[in-house]
């Protein structure tokens, strides 16, 4: 008898005092505050038997930065000093949890809030021990990892470590280098049977090591590098020139942005991560290389948060003239980002709730290098993307 | 045995001394003269049984203008002069057939060539006989009617001469003030069994009277209002917003143009007919009406073809925050449209010859206010738009 | 002594409850306060002996809506809720002197708090003595009147009432139509002796009758219309388009705008008046007319007092080669305007103190349409402005 | 008796088969051929006495590419074929005379036709002999320099023997490799008399040796980079915000061109020699430095010379409130410069008939980087520029 209540489901952020983090929890606070604006999260509308509701999403997370939620996000500057006030008994009452460091993944962000272990075996069981007490002591039906910490620079992928879940087991008795923080974080959450994904372009739950052990164990697994403002328009635009057969001559990209995002670019290394995930979007859809490809990313303080996109499009039509289009996107990285997530959450608990693990490919909207299950390529182009989703859901589009 | 042939298609263009007419006439003259460049057809790559080969189309239309067709392209100034000597030979050989006029349907667009007719019946008698005469002297295995004409004024669509096939007949014989000249042509050309498509805004096979003969003759119509630039991209875009839930506040259009086509809509009447079509596709697709959904044409000579359209889209996000999208496409109207009209005439033969008469939806993706069968309102979501066509194709998108 | 003071001068607004005003007197009781940031003041950096400071400045003026400025300026959403908290103290002190208002002259704005008066002589009595009163209340060494109040319709500028000082004052015996609430303000200040600019593009002081009567009683005045975004812009830029020889074939200026300024231009008389102040800047600088110069001005709500202007330039430049200049000024309307008008202010205030009366031409520089003294065209080069005024003010550039 | 004509003059291009030295000399073939279209001529409108008439300018000069010069034109995509073909009498005649080249200075940019000497003293022999032998073979009555040779590399400007002239002399005697091959020319050009103008960002008559030359033998030289594009409109706009006192927290700059020039920049060094003389102009306007700054090139190939710049400055304004301004320039790279060039060479053939030697100061508009006559900095703000040359020819701006 009685009010059938929904799932209460944990959400656990890797990064978790970042911008993305802050501005997710305190949305959905607002939400359980009673608000009625959902402007911004994908699935607002879609009634799916199975899937958590807003209101019933918990959160928890690790983060280098100890400081309580409110300081950290009144630092970011992405949530009015009325929002921050409305949310802040809400995220004043929660400081992440020691977080996992290395100088040498990620060179430009630092922290003090660091778990103490003495090799990685000791990290994963902290991160583990962290899900089964954030379980318990929150009282949830399940729980999601997500990761938002800074961009890792790329591993070296051909490390054996890296490509089967027998080497990766030998590697963390040995507390390999080659396994990042990023990947310490998934490993511990599939082990656990916790679905992960992974919304930054480090390399995590994609190495062939952890999709296998996703894989064997049946756990839902997605990624990666949330798709949320320029590429995002990318992977609409291009079909569209593709139905009209307008030749892409060039496509030059240019963003400028001055949040910690961008800072963590400024290290060569992060950055090639970044540009790793953007690159290969524009020849997949159009099904021929763009040899004027150029994606620039430019820390640029004035903007903080406010991220600004602008788009140089070069085209050849009907008897070979020439056409230009032009796009200008001022966006707000962390806005776009963080109902993206909670999206990402709600579909991965859903999935681990229907009983399918590994690779969500159904996730792939969300992302600017889908993760897909076998061999074949990811989908990028916008709508088909959209119907996966939809198809996946059960639900009208 | 020999090498066996396509369908040989004939093309009947209203306005065919038209920037697009000839400018789609020239570019299949290139192509019948060797050149392998395909950049703007739609349907280029698209291999579907008894869909007629570029090659074998055959072009043929009225115009007020007689100018031979070299003259009206070199007028027009979309073609480079080495495309027009290139073509000149077939553009030349070409003279339009004596057109219907109407000064009080179109205002600023007239001429000398005109059909010498006392009444309806003996225009639309005029035009079956050009239909006719088009077909045997090139000799063809069939031919398709497109209007290209300049916009007309919207008549009164209450009339009820307008609302059945019956009192539509009877208008014809009192010579109807409320029958326009497209629709003179559309009656023409559906009582013959020619497919028949309008590219431009004017009402034409749209009226209930012509629909329901289409219908009944099982003659392929389509319509209306070619999809080419700025609303073309409205309705690439909008579907985008929506699946991510981004608020539109407002859409600022606004395009400069400088053309025969933006003189023709320095008449207010034509301008209205114009902005009709414009006005419901982004609250059909969004689900909601924008009110600050405002769209402006601007006359602009220093031009010429060349179009630029400038929109503004103000979005809320998550949390209530405010971004902007700049789109600015500097297009070329008639070389966007040229290759539409080429694929329109093309799938309408397809149907003919499939048997498949009456509105034609899957081409909603080239118009921007679709004709549907019946009462359910029309797709304007571009991706959709083009599953439709491929689907009717039997093709891989 | 003592430490020696500035001159403590009043400046009366008519439209005191409007974005500009309240956005002006916050800014300075904010100074007031002791910010240091002068940011957007022209004048910030000048050292000119008897030019006022910004704390000597002291604001009355009038408006139909009688609300006091805290609840005004909360309405307009021009500043922050921080700033309108810091000055509330200030702002909420002051509510608007009753106002001359007609229909007759800017239909869309309307209010109750009216002087009530039975005829023409009367208003301008009531208006002297509020200048009176406000000179001795606020213990002011002098005071300027600055007309801030929504655009009005053009008046038959031919009536021979407007064209000479004398039939003016029979005018105003008469109650003569044909003068406007604005002119009726500017009679009243420059009778009283007190300076007199108007900020919006209505007639005001610059008919032949009051040019006349400021000039005789040697009174400072100045006009017209307020040169912030678009227009400011368009004249830093068609000097460097003259210097380069770049031909300028055609200027399309739109802009978008969701504030009263911008309710009030729905009124197309209201714009009128708005366009003709627009119209003849280019033509002027570049020494040739401008046939393809289109100016638009949209009601936009989603912007609110953000103005957002888009300008396309097309230019030929050598050996006829076409190019293209495209400024997008995202502005905010009352920010830019605030600053400016302080400073016209602060110079008339200078100008009378100099003996100096009749039109200054050196205030050119913030306005549209500036006043001139006598026949000579105005001059609209934005450099040139510069010079003129830091030569008037004695002050190194 | 007779028509008195002007003085014939010579100019003699370093880089003389380049996109900017072709166009130069086809304009003004077109303009001998009786064109009367001086767009894009800075002075077209000015009459000074001894100022060379266009009709009366004479094309030499050196270049590595020794095809002729309708040949280059052809291959720089600048000109119309129209344009060539009636340029093509004049172009075809003229070939360039062997140049000097270094790997060393301008890696990415090389050819046959290369001046063969021994060493520094004899290279400078040849350029001497060059400018006679033009001299005399055309009948001119001047020559003038004009270097628009690819950019070089920075050389060690510490080095002691760039320092004084008598080191300078040395250091020719020695082969010195801290002697660029402009530096070459412009010591050729200065000891033979004939006024030097560097068009380009490399070093070359502004190091302190050939600068004392230049004053000891009274020969006028100029630089150094002309001021074409975004950088233009960066001294036209800053003193305008600076005149509003808007703060300028930073100002991001892009471009994106596909000719010669943006594949020299491909070589990191010759790319700093361009930011180099582009950086300082902003701060020097403004008084402050801008610390977010960002200027980036990008060889993008779909648009040959056709640059494209995009702006984005970020403003503060009153009360602390930001704002943007966006500014798009779509130009032709060589059509904006060839006419400066022009101009440069009549001014400083007039400035030496005037006896006027040393730096030309007055040339300051045309340049990023002006060259100036000692301690003092050189002017930026684009209307002062405008003002020195105008006052320095004694005519009427």
Request: charge should be negative.
């Amino acid at each position: 008898m009685g009010i059938q209540t929904g799932r209460r489901v944990g959400v656990a952020f890797v990064g978790m005092g970042g911008a993305v983090a802050t501005t997710a929890i305190a949305g959905i606070e607002t939400i359980k505050s009673g608000s009625n604006r959902l402007d911004g999260l994908p699935l607002a509308g879609v009634s799916v038997a199975g899937l958590a509701d807003y209101k019933d999403l918990v959160f928890g997370g690790w983060d280098l930065n100890g400081d309580d939620l409110a300081s950290a996000a009144t630092g970011h500057g992405v949530l009015t000093r009325e929002d921050i006030e409305n949310g802040a008994q809400a995220l004043k009452g929660i400081t992440p949890w020691p977080a996992v460091g290395s100088a040498k993944f990620c060179k430009n962000i630092d922290g003090a809030n660091r778990i103490v272990a003495k090799d990685h075996r000791e990290t994963v069981s902290v991160i583990a021990n962290d899900l089964n007490r954030f379980r318990k002591e929150s009282n949830l039906d399940d729980v999601v990892v997500i990761n938002l910490a800074s961009t890792e620079r790329w591993p070296d992928l051909a490390e054996p470590v890296l490509n089967s879940a027998e080497a990766f087991e030998k590697g963390l008795d040995s507390s390999d280098e080659s396994i990042s923080p990023a990947m310490l974080y998934a490993y511990a959450a599939i082990k656990s049977g916790v679905p992960y994904a992974n919304f930054t372009p480090s390399i995590a739950a994609d190495v062939p090591a952890l999709m296998e052990l996703a894989r064997e164990l049946n756990v839902p697994v997605a990624g990666k590098d949330g798709k949320t403002g320029q590429t995002m328009m990318k992977t609409v635009l291009a079909p569209a020139l593709k139905a009209r057969q307008l030749h892409v001559d060039g496509w030059f990209s240019t963003n400028i942005l001055g949040n910690r995002d961008g800072l963590a670019l400024n290290d060569p290394n992060s950055l090639q991560s970044k540009l790793n995930t953007k690159g290969t979007v524009l020849d997949s859809i159009l099904g021929y290389p763009v040899e004027d490809h150029l994606v620039h990313i430019h820390y640029y303080r004035p903007r903080g948060d406010d991220k600004e996109a602008w788009d140089n499009i070069d085209v050849t039509g009907f008897m070979g003239q020439r056409m230009q289009i032009k796009v200008n996107f001022l966006c707000k990285d962390s806005i776009l980002a963080a109902p993206l997530v909670i999206e990402i959450a709600r579909v991965l608990d859903l999935a681990k709730s229907r009983g399918d693990g590994g690779v969500q490919e159904q996730l792939s909207t969300f992302f600017k290098a889908p993760m897909v299950k076998n061999g074949h390529g990811p989908e990028h182009d916008f709508g088909k993307q959209q119907r996966m989703l939809f198809d996946w859901l059960g639900a009208q589009q």
